[in-house]
């Protein structure tokens, strides 16, 4: 069962940006939740997981190379999004639908990411 954790306090822009977009939609949603080994930005509905996902902490497959060496992280590119991967992969064993939205969406139109959103939750069923 997911679990409230007290870990990260502060929320960044673009995850305050996405807070106010499930917020908007009326949906019910919880921050940085405990699933399995892992946090989550948001937990909507019990059943979806959504990510925020930095574009240099995750290293957004259009701005970088496999290759490229992030410094914060000490691993490649590659190894981050093997990571990123497996906890998406995990996420889906546990019964979760699990949603990505790259930094640089959310900052470009937060439109799009609310439409985005609404699809993968399927608001207009």
Sequence with gaps: MPQKKDKKQTTNKIEQTV?????????PFEEQVAVD????DF??????IVECYGDFWHCNPQQYTSSYFNKG???TA?????????????FEQLGYKFLCIWE??????????????????????
Excluded at 37 to 40: A, D, L, S
Excluded at 43 to 48: A, E, G, H, I
Excluded at 78 to 90: A, C, G, L, N, V
């Design 19 to 27: 807070s106010s977009i499930l917020t908007r939609l009326n949906l």
């Design 43 to 48: 937990l909507v509905d019990n059943k979806y």
């Design 37 to 40: 080994k892992y946090t989550v």
């Design 78 to 90: 590659e190894e981050i999004w093997k990571r990123d991967k497996e906890r998406k992969e995990k």
């Design 73 to 75: 992280k000490r691993k």
């Design 104 to 125: 640089s969406d959310i900052r470009k139109d937060p439109k799009i990411v609310k439409s985005k959103i609404k699809r993968y939750i399927k608001l207009d069923e």
